[in-house]
């Protein structure tokens, strides 16, 4: 899907309609307000929400080998597609991200340089949204890499309460990573500063990014539980 989408906004330009069809809907439907605070608060709740999540779990993972491997595999892909905290919002850092926003070069909806302020904005290139790939990357690395390692953690030193807490959510982890890139996509395309196949894109290479990390970081687990042995 990914690589569909990245041919399409390159050379076919077929889903360009169904773009240009949504930017004008959120034009005409939806409230400056509504579209400055999707910009500001919503474009960025579920990343915040992870990384701090990420943060407080830090010290549970650094004390256990299957912990430090989980956290240093999600550093690795948050230098790849991430994005870090700057004065209470987010900017795009990722290694990845950046490099295919520059092969692309797809300018952002025009409409949004009226809200945010023309120089800035043009410098900044939409394909695919950053936003979107780091939300499903913080919150999937979260679930899915971060949260059964310290799970694991909290059962060998007894603290069952918590670990039982960290099951009932992980039990959830793939329609929860799948609602926060939903969040995040919609809030970016009503903030009119991405088409709908930037957002799109963005959510698949997020997921890509997951789906590698995990996969190495069970590789390496079964490693070092055998060298263990």
Known sequence: ILAALTVDVTALHAVQPLDTFVADAVQSHVPREARVFASHVTSNACIDAALAASVALAPTLA?????????????????LGGFVPHLGFVQPTGVLVGAVKYAVQRPRPPAGA???GGAAYGQSFAFPSGHTTAAVLWVGTLLFALLPAAEEAWREEGADTWADAAAAVRERALPLTAAAGGITAASRVVADVH????VSAGGCLGACMVITLVTCLERADGAGDAGDR
Not at 69 to 78: D, V
Not at 195 to 198: A, E, P, S
């Open 63 to 79: 004390a256990t080998p299957r912990g430090r491997r989980a956290g240093k595999a999600a550093l690795a892909g948050h230098a």
């Open 195 to 198: 088409w709908l196949t930037d």
């Open 114 to 116: 009226a809200l945010y």
